[in-house]
């Protein structure tokens, strides 16, 4: 999946025959993205880098957890939440620290965060599992877009 081109994934996820990657991988995948912009907004950013490795890596154990017969196939959908829940944290710390051009994107990784955290705990109950602090994560990204919008709004 690491080196797959997106086409070629986007193909895999269509086909319902083939056994495919499920709801949290996708949210990881996602969240890799949200964790690459958040680096961008920051001009490189060593925390925002781990989180985008740590999101592909989860969305590589998920894929595996759906396609074999792993024991807990719950867990690599909640780590997906967990790391949704960093992501956000660091789009927060990032509201005051980036250039304010910046922000929009800050915005939309901690909207990205918010989706595949709500979209990992949905996978997390099909799968008969758990998932706390997916609506937690929903909030607190929902607090760094209206900080966004109302500097937006300001001229900030």
Do not use: Y
């Not at 996602?30 to 989860?58: F, I, K």
């Amino acid at each position: 999946m690491r080196d797959q081109i997106v086409s070629d994934f986007l193909n895999t996820l269509a086909r319902p025959a083939i056994p495919a990657p499920a709801g949290a991988t996708v949210a990881a995948l996602a969240l890799a993205q949200a964790a690459a912009l958040l680096s961008r907004s920051a001009g490189g950013d060593a925390e925002a880098d781990h989180l985008t490795r740590q999101a592909l890596r989860l969305a590589e154990i998920d894929a595996h957890a759906v396609t074999h017969d792993v024991p807990d196939r719950a867990q690599p959908a909640a780590d997906v939440v967990a790391a949704a829940a960093d992501v956000v944290r660091l789009a927060e710390r990032l509201l005051s620290t980036v250039d304010p051009s910046a922000l929009p994107d800050v915005c939309a990784a901690a909207e990205i965060a918010r989706s595949s955290a709500l979209t990992a705990r949905v996978a997390v109950e099909a799968r008969n599992g758990f998932a706390a602090g997916a609506d937690a994560v929903a909030e607190r990204a929902g607090r760094v877009t209206e900080a966004v919008r109302s500097g937006v709004h300001s001229g900030v």
